[in-house]
Nanobody, 125 residues
């Protein structure tokens, strides 16, 4: 199995940027497709972005397309989410997740086996 730890969350003003990181340990990181999900207070967890094991395929939720970029560095066992033009509605706990290799990329949370503990992102208006 793989252990995941997110970092990089914080408080930012609307229009600002943050870069989230997810450090992986345990099994070979490149064995997994990776995803970012988020959960706002009182709402269900929702898909944000996913990337294939090689980094060659990505998919985004419509709400973040053009603003967020998912990337990975398999040599460093790391996953990233660059978030630009942040909006108050982006406020949530952000989770990284690891799942088996599949195409098309999985956007449902039940498709991911391993989860981090989450990092809080708060965007003020």
């Amino acid at each position: 199995q793989v252990q995941l730890v997110e970092s990089g969350g914080g408080l930012v003003q609307a229009g600002g940027s943050l870069r989230l990181s997810c450090a992986a340990s345990g099994r070979t990181f490149s064995a997994y497709d990776m995803g970012w999900f988020r959960q706002a207070p009182g709402k269900e967890r929702e898909f944000v972005a996913a990337i294939s094991w090689s980094g060659g395929n990505t998919v985004y939720a419509d709400s973040v397309k053009g603003r967020f970029t998912i990337s990975r560095d398999n040599a460093k066992n790391a996953l990233y989410l660059q978030m630009n033009s942040l909006k108050p509605e982006d406020t949530a706990v952000y989770y990284c997740a690891a799942g088996g290799r599949r195409l098309p990329l999985v956007t449902a949370d039940r498709g991911y086996n391993y989860w981090g503990q989450g990092t809080q992102v708060t965007v003020s208006s």
